[in-house]
């Protein structure tokens, strides 16, 4: 349809130089995104794993968030409720009703808080926004680990996610944008 942006996603081994070493492999047949008002599409990739949301349904592909193991090609569907994923190594954080985590190597998920969303994933830890209850309204900017559930809340802002650039983690600093000002946090994790 006229509204969705259709397209396969393509992977190649890349040598020291970044030159592809061989031929690309078609990793995802046809991936579709939204392509009405400011909708965009998502997907982050790790060193063994692709995800990406499809935007609707189509030739037997659900809508929602689909993974896919570099090596073996094995593709996989967290349901049509599932959207905006991010990967860090085997770890994806997701939105499914609030922020939930899936070790794809072990297959065990998680809610990691009901009310998180827009997430960047990082090896041990994520970094998300999530709403402050009113009467102050906003969003807070939050890490959390993956084990033991330690929480720190970095900072507020009364913009919303959608309206703010992501936030970048690496496997020990989280960096963001918030009043105007970029603000870089260590992770420590508890």
């Known amino acids: 349809p006229e509204e ?3 397209m396969p996603i393509f992977g190649a081994l890349l040598d020291s130089q970044g030159r592809p070493v061989d031929n690309p492999t ?6 579709v995104a939204s392509i009405l008002g400011d909708s965009g599409w998502t997907y982050s990739l790790s060193a063994t794993f692709l995800a990406w949301e499809q935007a609707t349904e189509i030739e037997g592909a659900t809508a929602g968030t689909h993974v896919v193991d570099i090596g073996t090609l094995e593709m996989q569907s967290l349901g049509p409720d599932a959207w905006r994923p991010s990967l860090s190594e085997d770890k994806l954080v997701y939105w ?4 939930a985590m899936l070790d ?8 990691l808080d009901p009310r998180g969303d827009f997430a960047t994933a990082a090896p041990t830890f994520t ?7 009113p ?9 959390r680990g993956y084990e033991g559930r330690y929480e720190q809340v970095l900072a507020g802002q009364a ?3 959608w309206l703010s650039p992501t936030i970048a983690a690496s496997s020990s600093r ?5 009043g105007g000002v970029l603000h870089v946090f260590e992770w420590e994790a508890r």
């Open 4 to 6: 969705y942006w259709r």
């Open 26 to 31: 078609r990793l995802v047949p046809s991936a």
């Open 96 to 99: 499914e009703n609030g922020l």
């Open 104 to 111: 794809l190597t072990s297959g065990e998920s998680s809610v």
């Open 127 to 133: 970094a998300y926004y999530r709403p402050i209850d």
């Open 135 to 143: 009467p102050d309204g906003g969003y807070e900017i939050v890490a």
């Open 159 to 161: 913009d919303a996610p």
């Open 174 to 178: 989280v960096a963001f944008i918030a």
